[in-house]
């Protein structure tokens, strides 16, 4: 599977951000053969100011921003994986969610979060409501790829829900807010996904002041095989399915599994 991470930095601009990503994905074009294309979290419009309310500017899944992806799409004959706020038909908060958009320009599928981000100090569920506790797993040119966003990411739980549902890689657009001892987080982590269910992790992150970046991918033995620093970037990859058999055939650890059970 080829994959280009697509690192920015997003403004509180939807439109501003729509023109940013087609400037982006204009460096890549049909004849680089990708198979998938990732951008960031929160890459349809920037979460702002923490008192920014995010449901005037969350948009409908045939909305503007999706239309925008779908196009891309098509163009380059990838799928495409972004972040927005989705605006529910009921109204009120948004959701953070994923998209998935095939080479086709259908909407594939979708993940919206489920771990919001209240930590740091942060309260992400003031702003956004969490999605329903369900793992999402697409296939994407013959792999199964999980979906994960961002804080997800410190809930090893989680990672093994998409293993268990047959990911043979994860995907986790993010925009990791930058801190001390953020960065090394972000690596340690990603890492240790990799490790521990033995699969790639794709991640691709916002950069810029206030995020770290680091788009990055690890291979099933937690080695980082690419990574970004904090500037917009485009980066290549190819990650392979034999590479996560070969890892599993050598550490065994899913199958040595025993199920620990609380009393």
């Known amino acids: 599977m080829r994959v280009a991470l697509v690192q920015l930095a997003s403004s509180t601009s939807s439109a501003t951000n729509r023109d940013n990503i087609r400037d982006q ?42 239309s925008m ?20 038909d009921e109204g009120g908060l948004p959701f953070n969610t994923l998209v998935v958009v095939g080479p086709d320009g259908a909407l594939r599928a979708t993940y919206r979060k489920i771990h919001l981000y209240d930590s740091f100090g942060y309260q992400e569920s003031d702003r956004l409501r969490a999605g329903d506790i369900t793992p999402v797993v697409v296939e994407i040119a013959g792999q199964q790829v999980g979906l994960m966003t961002c804080y997800d990411l410190r809930f090893p739980e989680h990672a093994r829900a998409l293993v268990d549902s047959g990911a043979e890689a994860i995907v986790l657009p993010a925009a990791w807010v930058a801190g001390e001892h953020k960065l090394d987080h972000w690596r340690t982590l990603l890492s240790a996904r990799a490790i521990e269910n033995t699969i790639h992790m794709i991640a691709a ?11 990055l991918v690890a291979d099933p033995w937690g ?24 890892a599993r055939d050598a550490n065994p650890s899913l199958a040595n599994r025993r199920m620990l059970h609380t009393s």
Request: charged share 30%.
């Open 25 to 66: 994905l204009a460096e890549l074009d049909e004849s680089d053969g990708l198979d998938l294309v990732v951008l960031p979290e929160g890459a349809m419009h920037d979460f702002g100011s923490p008192d920014l309310d995010l449901a005037p500017v969350a948009e409908l899944l045939d909305g503007p921003f999706v």
């Open 69 to 88: 992806l779908a196009a891309e799409a098509v163009r380059l004959r990838s799928t495409i994986v972004a972040g927005m706020f989705e605006r529910p």
């Open 205 to 215: 992150a916002q950069g810029g002041e206030r995020y770290v970046g680091h788009s």
């Open 223 to 246: 080695s980082i095989v690419v990574e970004a620093q904090s500037d917009p970037a485009i980066v290549r990859v190819d990650v392979d399915a034999e590479d996560v058999k070969r």
